[in-house]
């Protein structure tokens, strides 16, 4: 029996969200047999540009229509490793915590195990956890699937409730987007709690530059060290009413 579960898509150093919903569950699920999305936060994410405005970091990756994000691969990570050391260059100088949050960088593109932009951002995901002392119980759908045996799926909200169900979740808990995909009266015919997170903005000064909201970790970390980023974490990760 699990008491809390959250399932999530395997976004590249993700906003501080995410981060929230990883400290406010037990256990999670990357979902990561979903379809690739082109233009979507799984290769790419937003940091300020040194100029007064934001700009995507990105990686480029190899996909096909109807490709899944585990079959989506990473064409060549020591360039993208480059292109967005050099994206970052400009918080030198500026941002109080520069060189840790390059070396988390550095860290995710390490070493990988296979060349999936789901593996890459696992990693990224993992690599901040530990940085922000924060538990990473998180585990690939992918890994699990034929383990799981779920029903077949019928909605695109009947994923987490189907995952929730085999594993024995009391509580399932969202981001707060995504409500909308969700059908209330199924969860309560499972006795699953359908939670959503209740997320405040994290404020922070950015030097000469002006704050941007809901920036990449990256962002956050540039400016912020670990442990007022895990304190935030822990002192104003709610669930809505």
């Not at 970091?57 to 967005?84: C, E, F, W, Y």
């Not at 922070?204 to 912020?224: A, K």
């Amino acid at each position: 029996m699990i008491n809390t579960l959250g399932v999530m898509q395997p976004y590249f150093f993700p906003y501080l969200g995410y981060f929230q919903l990883i400290a406010a569950v037990e256990r999670g699920v990357i979902f990561d047999t979903a379809q690739y999305g082109r233009k979507s936060w799984m290769n790419r994410n937003r940091v300020l540009d040194g100029k007064g405005g934001w700009q995507y970091i990105n990686v480029p990756v190899s996909s096909t229509l109807g490709t899944s994000i585990k079959a989506t691969t990473v064409i060549d990570h020591s360039m993208a490793l480059q292109r967005i050391l050099g994206q970052l260059e400009h918080y030198r100088g500026k941002a109080p915590h520069y060189q840790k949050t390059r070396e988390l960088v550095r860290s995710a593109f390490a070493l990988p195990q296979d060349t999936s932009i789901s593996e890459l951002n696992t990693r990224s995901l993992r690599v901040t956890c530990d940085y922000l002392g924060l538990t990473f119980g998180w585990t690939p759908f992918s890994a699990m699937e034929r383990e799981l045996q779920l029903p077949p799926i019928q909605h695109p909200g009947q994923w987490a409730l189907e995952i929730s169900s085999t594993l024995g979740a009391r509580r399932y808990i969202n981001a707060p987007g995504g409500r909308d995909i969700f059908i209330a009266s199924e969860w309560q015919e499972r006795g699953i709690e359908l939670r959503f997170l209740d997320l405040t903005p994290f404020v922070y000064s950015t030097g000469p530059y002006p704050f941007i909201e809901n920036l990449s970790i990256l962002d956050v970390l540039m400016w912020n060290p670990p442990d007022d980023v895990a304190a935030y974490i822990r002192e104003n990760t709610r669930l809505a009413c």
